[in-house]
């Protein structure tokens, strides 16, 4: 069972929304995030960066900037940059370009679908991280980014998708990248009631981005619980997400370069694959390998691992890549700290991977197929986890769209002033 509530978002006015929605401020080189500050006063990266240009800024990680984003989210209601809807709401967001098209439901997702499996994850998580992550959102008490969320196809909820995007959507832009949002303000009480039925019908529901950000909101959940010290539901019991169906998640590979292999020869590493996979010399290289295949980009020669009789449900390529080659021939055995691997998404294209091998910046690279929707379901549902960088997924969402904001649990206004 899948739990979902509409709440009363922060939104942007519509004619400030193509100026304030931004991407995730990590996704900005340093140039970039200095001239989107410089020059547009409304995006949202300035609540990010509340500070940028003071003489003495706070340091990020710390409880001064934490508390300086909260009061430049207040500014921005104050200044009417933001306002907040009347009643609460779901909203049907759509995210289409000239290669995918996608769309789901905004919400508020129960905390304890988490805690109870009923969202299920594939990916470890750092308690450090969510430890801090944990702290800004207690300082600040809003949600400005939501977690992606997929769940298997329900015909009858795509139907009712397709009937709302008949209408008028409330935002509808395009930003400089060239990708649409579209954005539908769903205040029906029947229409909402409608669609929670159907997601109560769900068993699962599984992360496809932000499990660090997911993990921290539930850790949030238990500390201001404990503080709060009753039983009458609080906002941050709730985070929110935007809920989409597997048919329109779009998940690319991620593909491995090392830069050294190990002190072998390009032959006796070939050698050394031949005793674990079938190694085949490609003449002509026209398209991804497919499931149990890795396509090897080494000395300008392309070659094929075939690995399919080794390979099922429960172990995907980038594993098998890590307990077969990594490890055992390259001895890289801590793929998220040791500088010797280097991961790119599908998106950075054949040509630029392969320029960097040619130019000795790696020596070898190695190109994944995108791990199947029913596999990532298998390995959630199994308990088990991806190794690091195993997915890139579309799409990737952007910040102040639609704010889920949470200060209004009474006793913890009192302890965090807000």
């Keep these: 069972m899948a739990r979902i509530r509409p709440f009363k978002a922060f939104r942007p006015t519509e004619d400030k929304v193509h ?32 500070d940028y240009n003071a003489e003495r800024p706070s340091e990020p990680g710390t409880d001064e900037r934490f508390m ?31 290669s995918f098209d996608s769309v789901g439901i905004i919400s508020a997702v129960d905390a304890n679908d988490y805690r109870i499996g009923s969202i299920r994850v594939h990916e470890q998580t750092l308690a450090q991280r969510e430890a801090l992550f944990a702290e800004y959102l207690d300082a600040t008490s809003f949600n400005a980014e939501p977690i992606l969320l997929c769940h298997e196809d329900h015909p009858e909820l795509n139907a009712l998708y397709d009937g709302i995007m008949q209408r008028r959507p409330t935002y509808n832009f395009t930003t400089t990248d060239r990708y649409q949002h579209q954005l539908w303000q769903i205040d029906s009480g029947n229409e909402i009631a409608h669609i929670q039925r159907f997601f109560a ?118 594993e098998w890549l890590t307990r077969e080659v990594l490890d055992p021939i390259l001895k890289i055995r801590d793929l998220r700290n040791d500088p010797r691997v280097a991961f790119e998404p599908e998106t950075t294209g054949v040509a630029e991977m392969t320029s960097m091998v040619d130019d000795g910046r790696f020596a070898a690279a190695f190109l994944l197929h995108p791990v199947p929707f029913d596999q990532l379901q298998k390995i959630s549902d199994l308990g088990l986890t991806m190794p690091p960088k195993s997915t890139w997924i579309e799409p990737k969402l952007r910040s102040g769209l639609t704010i889920y904001e949470f200060s209004d649990d009474e006793n913890v206004k009192h302890d965090k002033g807000l």
């Design 19 to 50: 100026l304030v929605a931004s991407r995730s401020y990590v996704t900005y080189a340093e140039r970039e995030l200095r001239e989107k500050l410089e020059n547009n006063p409304f995006s949202f990266i300035h609540i990010i960066h509340p």
């Design 68 to 98: 300086k984003v909260r009061l430049r989210f207040d500014d921005f209601v104050n200044e009417g940059i933001l306002e907040q809807e009347q009643q609460p709401s779901l909203y049907l967001y759509r995210q289409f370009n000239a």
């Design 201 to 318: 019908e769900m068993k699962s529901l599984y992360i496809a981005d932000g499990h660090h950000r997911s993990a921290s909101s539930v850790l949030l959940a238990d500390r201001r619980r404990l503080r709060c010290g009753h039983q009458e539901p609080l906002a941050s019991d709730f985070f929110m997400a935007l809920t989409i169906p597997a048919s329109r998640l779009v998940i690319h590979g991620y593909h491995r370069l090392v830069r050294d292999l190990g002190g072998l020869s390009s032959e006796a590493f070939l050698m050394a694959l031949k005793k674990r996979a079938k190694v085949v010399a490609l003449s002509n290289r026209e398209k991804l390998p497919a499931v149990g295949t890795i396509d090897l980009y080494l000395d300008k020669r392309w070659f094929r691992l075939d690995f399919q009789e080794q390979i099922h449900l429960e172990l995907p390529d980038a």
